[in-house]
């Protein structure tokens, strides 16, 4: 409860099993993440309730075979993939599953967040599945152009590549109108973005989806209609 920054860091581990785990902050509070998990393997999150100012869930560089499941996130910045890209030589992110969770006032859902830097980092083998949005202000986004303040990357784009990402099974509410929005890299452009069975509204009424750079398929019911590019 009410951590200074982060709540719970989970760092160079191997096999972590964190079950029934609740985090409280304030809305506002700025950089208390839940549980970051970085260069780790083998790490599984079940029946978490998370209430911060921050990522409920932030995943570093060099994660690989991580497992999320019955999350209650909100409110907070949603289950955020990164930041990553911020140095050129950065281990990749690999087989990351989101399975089951609820984002109640978040302000993003599920999220993959990359510099606007030159980096040979990477995100690969990621499916979020079973997931329901309440008024969530971006349900499902990917940025490639972070840059806080403008500082450190006017003009770049980011190097890492985002690849094999897996939408299924998600519904709810949107806060507001682009329930589905891919910024993707114009150097590195999304590739095999999938959506399967999405149903996603915005006050009652049609969303919208954004794509930029980004490559995909649609099956199912998808709506908002995909934007992906074929």
Not at 21 to 36: F, K, L, Y
Not at 145 to 171: A, F, L, T, W
Not at 185 to 197: E, H, Q
């Amino acid at each position: 409860m009410n951590s200074q920054v982060f709540h719970i860091v989970i760092h160079n581990c191997m096999n972590v099993n964190l079950q029934g785990v609740q985090v409280t902050a304030s809305g506002n509070s700025p950089n208390t993440d839940g549980i970051h998990v970085e260069a780790s393997t083998g790490v599984t999150i079940t029946r978490a309730a998370i209430k911060t100012g921050d990522d409920c869930i932030s995943i570093g560089p060099g994660t690989t075979n991580l497992l999320m499941e019955n999350i209650n996130c909100g409110p907070g910045h949603g289950i955020s993939i990164g930041s990553l890209g911020k140095a050129m030589n950065e281990q990749g992110v690999q087989n990351v599953t989101v399975k089951t969770a609820t984002f109640t006032g978040s302000q993003n859902g599920v999220r993959i967040k990359t510099w606007a830097r030159s980096s040979n980092g990477y995100v690969k083998g990621v499916l979020f599945e079973d997931i329901t949005m309440n008024n969530a202000q971006n349900p499902i986004i990917i940025d490639q152009n972070y840059c806080p303040h403008n500082e450190g990357c006017p003009g770049q784009v980011s190097g890492v590549k985002i690849s094999d990402v897996v939408y299924m099974n998600i519904r709810g509410t949107s806060a507001s109108q682009v329930a589905m929005k891919f910024d993707c890299s114009r150097k590195a452009p999304c590739s095999g973005i999938v959506l399967d069975n999405v149903d996603l509204t915005y006050k009652n009424k049609p969303a919208l989806s954004s794509c930029t750079s980004a490559d995909g398929s649609a099956s199912g019911f998808v709506h908002p209609s995909s934007c992906l590019a074929a």
